[in-house]
């Protein structure tokens, strides 16, 4: 079972909402795994406060190119199509920070001059928090791809038992890969007309992915109703609704649980559990 917990935009939740549904899926010492993919700013740590066990590099496959082999034919930029390796003049210019890993520019050259090297990226971490697992990725400053980062914390994922997979906010290619294949998605927005403008494109992105989805609003008491609407008239279930409570702001920037701070927000973060369950046609006993 993979919960991906995702937001169209920044600020609306979405750490808040992922750190207590995990805490109260791990209740009664249920193991559970927590996966940061928000690899560019991770900060789930700050309040499931894991013991880190392990780092491990994340590494991608670069081209070399080698000029006294190379004929200038141009190919490798031909057939590359980030711009990652490009003929200038009498020289082939290799831009790592661009580069996929595809090979694509090694296969097609004639004289084989190209070769391919190992290139740190990122770095992932596993730890756990009481029968918590937890795995999150961290971006190398400067480098501008993270999906490579996001897949490696997947895979360091275990396969049995319950996965909640933190997403970056957005709808661009690092969200995609962080919920690609989960079996339910929950998507985080507030009651604003920015977060209903976002919450439209997430669900255009999840819907063209086919995933199964719900909405959580956050700050449910703080804006309009038009959210509440949109998810009515186009049948899209809302999970949960979290009201605009001062003790959660304190408790949040004091880098604490909800579920711990204040218990009497443990219900709403089970019965969220046990609605996303049933959704995704899960046996909730």
């Known amino acids: 079972m993979k919960i991906a917990i995702a937001s169209g935009k920044g600020g609306t939740g979405k750490t808040t909402v992922a750190t207590n549904l995990t805490y109260m899926a791990a209740e009664n010492k249920e193991q559970v795994a927590y ?3 928000d690899v560019e700013e991770p900060n789930a740590h700050i309040f499931l406060k894991p013991e880190i066990k392990e780092q491990r590099p994340v590494v991608r496959l670069i081209p070399v190119v080698d000029e006294d082999k190379c004929t200038l034919c141009g190919q490798c930029g031909e057939i590359c199509q980030f711009s990652a390796i490009v003929l200038v003049g009498r020289k082939v210019i290799a831009y790592p920070e661009l ?3 595809c090979g694509g520019c090694k296969l097609v050259c004639p004289a084989k001059a190209i070769t391919e090297k190992t290139r740190e990226v990122g770095k992932m971490e596993i730890g756990s928090s009481g029968s918590i697992h937890f795995i999150q990725g961290l971006l190398n400053i400067g480098e501008a791809m993270s999906p490579p980062v996001i897949q490696a914390v997947r895979q360091a994922a275990p396969e049995d038992i319950p996965v909640i997979i933190d ?6 290619c690092p969200v995609i890969e962080s919920i690609r294949g989960a079996d339910y998605v929950v998507l985080v927005t507030e009651p604003t007309p920015f977060g209903l403008h976002d ?3 997430a669900i255009e992105m999840v819907q063209a992915l086919g995933l199964v989805f719900g909405v959580v609003i956050n700050r449910a008491d703080s804006g309009d109703d038009k959210v509440l609407d949109y998810c009515r008239n186009n049948a899209i279930p809302v999970l949960a609704e979290i009201p605009d409570d001062r003790q959660i702001a304190e408790v ?3 880098g604490e649980m909800i579920c711990e701070a204040l218990p009497e927000y443990q219900q709403l973060f089970k019965l969220l559990f046990q609605e996303i369950l049933q959704q995704a046609g899960v046996h909730v006993g």
């Open 35 to 37: 996966l940061d993919c």
């Open 99 to 101: 580069c996929h890993a």
């Open 167 to 172: 997403a970056p906010p957005g709808t661009s």
């Open 199 to 201: 919450l439209q494109l």
């Open 252 to 254: 949040y920037s004091k």
